[in-house]
């Protein structure tokens, strides 16, 4: 097997897993809130994180962090897991799940705006283009298809899945300037977001124990949402010939993530989520592709 089949089948099995962490978020719902959902899963993530470094002889990494580096994922640590995941699971709580889903895949839209605030960046005629096929997508999704009514189905669910794609994006276009290693900031970054979730869950009196199918949930979400897969999809990257060809694989992720959602949890998949879900995708891919010609 050569190296970028290799590439290739380890990419396909992380997106195949992230597909299933919608499902698995709504399901895990119906035993715990959001909040618990995330404290728990955090701190599976956490765990996990902490026996890599160990079996990687990694943890003397940690030996000598720096105060800018804890500052660094005091702040990474709070837009994700914390805030990112609060809010998603939240939105995840009051709109379908295939909703949640697709709007949550605005992220790239969102960081091609912040990337041009922040980092100066061009945006073209094209990308204004691509970025308003992309939004018209969101916007028969809110609407469900009725878009001469105006009327949204959950205004409440749409604001926080769209800002919980501005915070994903906040945290990448962060991490583009983060330099350190990946075992040492991953883990650090997940281990404030627990510390934060862990001080929220005590102020909104969150702490409970869990039973026995909320407890296969969160370590499902935890394993395979936060730890897991986030080391199968970058050792498919590290693996790479085209690091792009392969990126581009992500976005069969929420079209796999559709056909989960109607099998396990028996939603109905509404034509304007599919009519939404490819014009968001078709912006984006319209970017990379004008990207790649120049």
Same mark, same amino acid.
């Given at each position: #097997? ?5 590439? *290739? ?6 997106? !195949? ?29 956490? /765990?996990?994180?902490?026996?890599? !470094?160990?079996?990687? %002889?990694? &943890? ?9 580096? /804890?500052? #660094?994922?005091?702040? &990474? ?23 949640? /889903? ?6 790239? !839209? ?12 061009? *945006? ?14 969101? =916007? ?6 009725? *878009? =001469? ?23 990448? @276009?962060?991490? #583009?300037?983060?330099?350190? %290693?990946? +075992? +040492? ?5 997940? @281990? ?10 005590? !102020? ?8 026995? +199918? ?11 949402? &936060? ?11 590290? @693996? ?29 998949? #509404? ?24």
């Amino acid at each position: #097997m050569t190296r970028n089949t290799k590439s *290739i089948l380890l990419a396909l099995t992380a997106v !195949l897993l992230w597909s299933t962490i919608g499902s698995a978020f709504k399901l895990t719902l119906n035993y715990l809130n959001y909040t618990q959902i995330l404290l728990f899963s955090s701190f599976i993530a956490v /765990v996990f994180l902490a026996i890599l !470094l160990v079996v990687n %002889g990694k &943890m003397k990494l940690l030996s000598s962090v720096t105060f800018r580096s /804890v500052r #660094m994922s005091a702040v &990474m640590g709070f837009l994700n897991p914390f805030a990112y995941y609060l809010i998603l699971l939240k939105a995840y709580s009051v709109l379908k799940a295939q909703e949640a /889903v697709v709007l949550n895949y605005t992220w790239p !839209l969102i960081l091609v705006l912040l990337s041009a605030i922040f980092l100066k960046s061009k *945006i073209t005629w094209i990308n204004l283009i691509s970025l308003a096929i992309s939004f018209s997508g969101t =916007f028969i999704i809110a609407t469900r298809g009725d *878009i =001469f009514s105006f009327q949204f189905s959950n205004p409440t669910g749409i604001v926080l899945a769209l800002s919980s794609a501005l915070f994903w994006a906040s945290y990448w @276009l962060i991490n #583009m300037k983060d330099v350190r %290693g990946t +075992e +040492e900031k991953i883990f650090l970054n997940f @281990l404030f977001g627990f510390i934060y979730t862990l001080i929220y869950s005590i !102020l909104t009196n969150n702490l409970i124990v869990p039973g026995l +199918e909320a407890t296969a949930g969160v370590i499902y979400i935890g394993l395979f949402e &936060m730890g897991i897969t986030f080391v199968i999809w970058l050792n498919a990257l590290k @693996l790479a010939v085209n690091t792009a060809k392969i990126s581009n694989l992500v976005y069969l992720s929420p079209f796999i993530s559709l056909l989960i959602v109607s099998v396990a949890i028996k939603e109905k998949i #509404m034509p304007s989520t599919l009519i939404g879900l490819s014009l968001i995708i078709g912006g984006i891919l319209l970017q990379y592709l004008i990207r790649k010609k120049k």
